[in-house]
């Protein structure tokens, strides 16, 4: 999504937005719109987050006599998982700086996100300082702010961390629980959290939710699992499962417009949103949570898309996918226009700018072809040099302070 927003501004309008000449593409549309709903899978990667750091502990404690160990897991995935998070983070961010320093940006990204004396090729301190409160403004998990600095995508980092503790601390306090009222309770706080607004985090607990659910401590599955429908009642299933992926997928593609009202296709959700959603991207946000939640536990009911999951392309990209994240803005913002000038000059002898507004239009797509492929390539190419560097080595390094920090018995 974000190598096109801006740029190309017609696949995050509403189907219905005027004039309708530059509208009315089936691109604009669900389930097609899914494609750059990049909000929304923000939502969708904190749903899975929840699953994921829960489902191990989940299982830790559902084996017999687990207590201490259960506690000894969840201790440490709580003490590393910062580490997990922002070391990576910094190491993204101090490239990022490097690129800055070295005019490899193509606008003034700085200067509009709080550091105007931070200029390439200038003194070193200034750049220092705005990496350094770029940095602790993102280890601030209390105000959540929203200072971008060079990675406009860093923002999600300080959320993840939130919802992580936050899922930590439930899992602590509800261990000693009965399965079906650990159910109830972790449903009560995702439901508050809904009803507040708080979208982030009702995703992750959503996540958790989901994974209490396929891993059950006790020997029955939940009431509402589709795998407790026989088969004699397959039927009821299969309506069950394809509601709730189509009511997830068409969530996810509500029109990413925060400071507009909803799309004629869309226009019934505000009148089901709690009255503590204050504002229309808050809205936005909680539709979306909830859409997230929809597609991952139809995702997860499916066997033949798990099977689909496992194979190698969706595996490589989810070995790098965190890698992709923190790199592939860097390159946009660095590559995209340089190939998109080059491309115009050679084929009319003119920069991107004037083709746009006013070249041919073949052009156009060329070169927009050309430059689609051409950072693409290198995104995959990118997140594979810096998984080793952002994702393998801190967990090793987060293992590393924890033993070092660890008490000794």
Known sequence: MHFFVVEIDMPFRS???EPAELNRRLIQLPPFRILVAGPAMVMLFFVISGYSISLGLIRQRGKHAAGLDFYNKLSSSAFRRMFRVYIPLAIAGFI???FWYLDAFLWDVLGENGCPDARPFSHLWPHVQCYGSWLLDHLDIIRLPRSEG???????IPYEFQGSLAVYLALCGLANIRHELRLVCLSMIAL?????GHAYLFAFFAGVILAEGRLPAGPRLPVWSLHRINHQHAWIRDVLFTCTLTGGIYLLCIPYRKHEGFSPEYRMLKYIAS?????????LYCWQAIGATMLVSALGDSQRIRHLLTLQ??????CVSFSLYLIHQLLINTVRGRVLDLVCWVLSGAKYQQVRFGGPEWVFRVAWTTAFTAVTAM???ASVCMNALVDDKPIAWARRIEEWARVTE
Do not use: S
Request: proline share 6%; glycine share 8%.
């Open 15 to 17: 189907f219905w937005a």
């Open 96 to 98: 990022y700086h490097i």
């Open 150 to 156: 060079l990675m406009g995508q860093g923002w999600t």
């Open 192 to 196: 508050f959290c809904l009803a507040y």
């Open 275 to 283: 009255p503590r959603w204050d504002d229309q991207a808050v809205t």
């Open 313 to 318: 392309p969706f595996r490589f990209l989810g």
């Open 379 to 381: 995104v995959l190419a």
